[in-house]
């Protein structure tokens, strides 16, 4: 019993090492992606919740890119769809398309879009329009549930998302249903287009909010995989559907536009993506 | 309208285990009860949260559940934006069903009447848009919808329960119905309208040749141009604005194919208002002896 024990908890170890070498690689796509597209991309946004969703589709999801429409697969909605470059170097990473294709994002007739669309393998459900995932996720795990399938559904929401009455719809909707497969997550950067979020409308207190209306609600360091890990565990004891307020850094990891605005949407300078991938190689 | 609707959903539950039946607050008024009781477990009244249920339709789809959803037709448009974003722009396999269209909810007023929904959903690729009317056309295209793989809209009135149509099958996606011969003037309409058509033409002196066209979007292309061709003549009528709605479409297509003049009646570029359905109808000249004044002058105009 020790043995096995140790043998796990080994096993835990190298597998969060070797997530942490993939986040790398990961990052190293953002900006390479943020360096090739023309006309920009949303980076900051990118950068603050890219480490959950590795997290997710490396230590939690099943799922399989030889087989992107496992009906039984959990599934994954990035409802803040601006933050599509991070959900792209995951896939890559995953194998759903090979990573070469990550530079012809946002190019015309590319698989990759500006915000996720179904053309993408891998993409669970498409997005761009703030505040639809959250139902989105409902169906979903409404779905799973009348097929008798142990499906879990992951939504991806950013803070200033919460200015959309859908959220709030779909939040009173999905403790309603005491759906205990679908968990949210919340991109916390305290960041939203035109400025700070608590600025442009008040979110504080989230947690207690989304408490409010029927759900568990846990804080996370959102760049701490291991944290992330310890309560994405627990939301599957859960007996209805659980958020998770991640707190993040908008463009964390790239000195000049963490927690700014500055890479709301932006093209790297080469100057600044060489920048950004020293900061990367002695971070990582 | 919604009657014989209800009775057939609950018929197409029956026979077809992956639809699922979403309403706001509304099972009630929509007569979608049937099926409630029939399958408690496939219905889910989520509540006045229009653009929730849209999309909570949208992951049941992206699932492989055939979502119908239910609503009164001016509140289904609250959520246009859900719809274009994720079920058009994905091709999500929903189904809309918007009642109390048209003047349809009479004395609730301008606030519960759609009349431009047709128009709206017309412009979102990859949606058919249907407005049936006749009793039996109503029954099959509910089951008919779940047959085919993508959006739909199909737009209902509240209480009409007309009958007009004939044969085994009448209702077929993309088809239009020739239901009179005649070589003055082409009439095409839609919805329970259609049957006031019949008796404004049955009434009249003239040859008119009456098409019913339930399928707005896709439209039945030969049976519309074949007819302004035969007629040289083309009157479009529906409960609905004459802004984007069935007459837009027919001139769309005939000012390409078949260049005729095409008269729109509808209600015309207004809201409603409270009152009967019939008193609405005739304000907006919509009721049997309006429509054949209306076709009368349109003849004797292009005889002078």
């Given at each position: 019993m020790r043995a096995a024990l140790e043998v796990a908890d080994q096993q835990y170890v190298t597998e969060v090492h070797m997530l942490r070498s993939k986040i790398k690689a990961i990052r190293r796509s953002v900006l390479e992606m943020s360096a090739a597209a023309e006309s920009g991309l949303h980076i900051g946004a990118s950068l603050s919740c890219v480490d959950i969703i590795a997290t997710l589709y490396f230590m939690k999801m099943r799922h399989s890119p030889y087989r992107p429409d496992w009906k039984d697969r959990d599934r994954f909605i990035l409802s803040k769809g601006h933050a599509a470059p991070a959900l792209y170097a995951v896939l890559a990473e995953a194998g759903y398309f090979p990573k070469e294709e990550l530079k012809t994002v946002r190019a015309l007739n590319s698989r990759l879009q500006g915000h996720p669309d179904l053309r993408t393998p891998g993409v669970d459900a498409p997005s761009g329009s703030l505040?639809?995932?959250?139902?989105?996720?409902?169906?979903?795990?409404?779905?799973?549930?009348?097929?008798?399938?142990?499906?879990?559904?992951?939504?991806?929401?950013?803070?200033?998302?919460?200015?959309?009455?859908?959220?709030?719809?779909s939040l009173a909707t999905a403790a309603n249903l005491k759906l205990d497969n679908l968990v949210l997550i919340v991109d916390r950067n305290g960041w939203q287009l035109d400025g700070r979020t608590e600025e442009i409308k008040r979110k504080v207190p989230l947690t207690g909010k989304i408490k409010s209306f029927g759900w568990e609600a846990y804080s996370v360091n959102g760049h701490d995989i291991e944290k992330i890990l310890d309560v994405l565990d627990l939301c599957e004891l859960a007996e209805g559907p659980v958020a998770i307020i991640a707190h993040t850094l908008k463009g964390k990891g790239v000195q000049f536009m963490e927690d700014t605005n500055e890479g709301h949407k932006m093209r790297l300078s080469n100057e600044q993506y060489m920048d950004a991938l020293k900061e990367l190689e002695e971070a990582y | 309208m919604r009657a014989i609707f209800g009775e057939a959903l609950t018929r197409l539950g029956s026979m077809n285990h992956e639809v699922v039946v979403l309403t706001g607050d509304v099972a009630k008024s929509t007569g979608v009860m049937g099926f409630a009781k029939a399958y408690p477990d496939r219905f889910f009244n989520i509540g006045i949260s229009e653009q929730d249920i849209v999309g909570i339709a949208s992951g049941l789809a992206l699932s492989g559940k055939v979502p119908y959803v239910v609503l009164f037709a001016p509140f289904l448009m609250r959520a246009w934006e859900q719809v274009r974003s994720t079920v058009a722009r994905a091709s999500l396999n929903v189904k809309m069903v918007g009642t109390h269209a048209g003047l349809s909810a009479s004395d609730e007023g301008s606030s519960h009447q759609a009349l431009e929904d047709v128009a709206i959903m017309r412009a979102l690729p990859n949606m058919t848009v249907l407005v049936p009317g006749d009793r039996r056309e109503i029954a099959e295209a509910t089951e008919a919808i779940a047959e085919v793989n993508g959006p739909v809209y199909m737009r209902l009135g509240r209480d009409e329960n007309v009958s007009f149509l004939e044969g085994d099958r009448v209702f077929r996606i993309g088809r239009a119905v020739p239901l009179s011969d005649g070589h003055d003037i082409a009439v095409f309409s839609n919805g329970a309208i259609t049957a006031e058509v019949i008796r404004a033409v049955e009434g009249a002196k003239i040859s008119a040749k009456v098409v019913h066209v339930p399928s707005v979007k896709p439209i039945d292309r030969e049976t519309v141009v074949a007819a302004a061709r035969e007629t040289g003549r083309v009157v479009c009528v529906e409960e609905h604005s004459v802004i984007g709605g069935l007459g837009s479409a027919v001139a769309e297509l005939l000012s390409v194919e078949y260049p005729v003049p095409v008269r729109r009646l509808g209600v015309d570029d207004a809201f409603g208002e409270s009152g009967t359905n019939r008193e609405l109808l005739r304000k907006h000249g919509l009721l049997a002896e309006c429509i054949s004044a209306a076709l009368a002058e349109i003849i004797g105009r292009g005889a002078s």
């Open positions: 505040g639809q995932g959250i139902s989105i996720g409902i169906g979903m795990a409404i779905a799973a549930k009348q097929r008798g399938s142990k499906s879990r559904i992951y939504v991806l929401i950013g803070d200033g998302e919460c200015d959309e009455g859908q959220i709030w719809e | -």
